[in-house]
Nanobody, 115 residues
């Protein structure tokens, strides 16, 4: 069992930055593929970025070059550095941990980008 708690969301002006954190409890954090997803009002949840246990990363086209995902296995934490934020980035951001059939979600943190 893995528990995930997101933090770092808030209100920011367009062009600004935020860093989201996701603290994981439970065993074997380092073996999980970690991801950040987001869901805007009226839209489906979408993958923003992911990082494998080996450190390989993947990004949605809409955030590539602006967002950076990283993980600190010693702290059981995954981060999402978000720069050059746009109003279209407004959403609830969720942390995800996945390994084979295991799939865990945090409760989300709200990000609002004002124009």
């Amino acid at each position: 069992q893995v528990q995930l708690v997101e933090s770092g969301g808030g209100l920011v002006q367009a062009g600004g930055s935020l860093r989201l954190s996701c603290a994981a409890s439970g065993r074997a954090f380092r073996v999980y593929r970690m991801g950040w997803f987001r869901q805007a009002p009226g839209k489906q949840r979408e993958l923003v970025a992911s990082i494998t246990s080996g450190g390989s990363t993947d990004y949605a086209i809409s955030v590539k070059g602006r967002f950076t995902i990283s993980r600190d296995n010693a702290k059981n934490t995954v981060y999402l550095q978000m720069n050059s934020l746009e109003p279209e980035d407004t959403a609830v951001y969720y942390c995800n941990a996945a390994l084979f059939s295991d799939d865990y979600w945090g409760r989300g943190t709200q990000v609002i980008v004002s124009s």
